[in-house]
């Protein structure tokens, strides 16, 4: 947790090279080759042509499918799935520094979390609305990482889980207001579970939601 998502990407680089493995930075992967039904090559953003027959792709199907698949017939079907697929279970996440340190705020782990119901099937139907019940993870890296922030600090991600859609039909204006509403619905609902004051001091705060998310 220290080097954050950082260090592990960069362990993760040190297991590929050591496995003989090549990383190519700055260089997209446009066009996947197919002929007779076989992968037959990968065409980069650089202009190089890697002859294979495998591929991994760590992105949407939905790209894969419509941009990248070059003389293959993908059945009727699977287009259809991915065309009409919507955003799924996704995360509202909360970032807060605070102007005191962990314990003093009242926050004794590195990782609490508050479930408000143990009906699992009402809580993940509620995880499509801004209301009702909500199952809510509050991570404080200090207590791994001791200097994570300046002393007499400390930091909080809280983690939401809710479905994609919770987003649907929202404008612009909308989105920003729903945003903030549920940011300081959340911080109350800790405050009174925890029976701790998060409010008055929190110094910086930020949030992403699913559709932030989506773009990361």
Known sequence: PERTAHGYLAEMEKVIRKNGGDIWYN?????????DGHIESVETSQ?????????????DPRRVIGKMLQ??????????????????????????????????LG??????????DTDINKVFDEYGSFDGVKTIGILCPNY??????????CVLAIS???????????????YVRK??????????????????????????IESATPATLNRY
Not at 107 to 116: D, G, P, S
Not at 160 to 174: A, K, S, T
């Open 47 to 59: 202009g190089d042509t890697i002859w294979t027959n495998f591929v991994l792709c760590n992105c």
């Open 160 to 174: 939401v889980p809710v479905h994609g859609r919770i987003l649907e039909n929202l404008n612009q204006r909308e």
């Open 107 to 116: 926050v004794l782990t590195h990782h609490t979390f508050i479930h408000e």
């Open 71 to 104: 003389g293959a017939t993908v059945p009727e079907q699977i287009i259809k799935s991915e065309e009409t697929a919507e955003e799924n279970f996704s995360f509202f996440l909360i970032y807060l520094g605070m102007d005191v340190p962990a314990k003093e």
């Open 179 to 204: 945003k903030h509403e549920f940011e300081k619905d959340i911080i109350r609902r800790i405050e009174e579970y925890m029976e701790i004051d998060l409010e008055s001091h929190i110094e910086e």
């Open 27 to 35: 260089t997209a992967a446009e066009k996947i080759n197919v002929k």
């Open 144 to 153: 791994t990482v001791p200097d994570f922030s300046p002393e007499g600090t």
